[in-house]
């Protein structure tokens, strides 16, 4: 599975980013996929997960109600939608291919594909 992802860039508060994160390789459909992010001098923590079905969505608490996830099967694609972004959800955003949704709600240490990651930065 290879992962590619952009749309990372600066910003202010208040303003929205669309993140995408396109997948190939034979048995990518066989993962969940979603995102996890790094922040200067913090661990990685997790962002957002989905199947490609769509039907199963996970959000961390600090992103909900903010951040969309969701797929584009016909161009084997996963979208993170941030809206109202804050100060402090400036990282380096990873998209991540696991086998089991349960593994995007720690670290990634079970995460078995990752993405190279892209930046995002929200001045206030």
């Known amino acids: 599975v290879q992962l590619q992802a952009c749309g990372g860039g600066l910003v202010q508060a208040g303003g929205f980013l669309r993140l995408s994160c396109a997948a190939s390789g034979r048995t990518f459909s066989n993962y969940d996929m979603g995102w996890f992010r790094q922040a200067p001098g913090k661990e990685r923590e997790s962002v957002s997960a989905?199947?490609?079905?769509?039907?199963?969505?996970y959000y961390a608490d600090s992103v909900k109600g903010r951040f969309t996830i969701s797929t584009d099967n016909a161009r084997d694609t996963v979208y993170l939608q941030m809206n109202g972004l804050k100060p402090e959800d400036t990282a380096v955003y990873y998209c991540?291919?696991?086998?089991?949704?349960?593994?995007?709600?720690?670290?990634?240490?079970?995460?078995?594909?990752w993405g190279p990651g892209t930046l995002v930065t929200v001045s206030s």
């Open positions: 989905i199947n490609w079905s769509g039907g199963n969505t």
């Open positions: 991540a291919a696991g086998r089991s949704m349960d593994y995007f709600r720690g670290s990634g240490y079970f995460i078995r594909y």
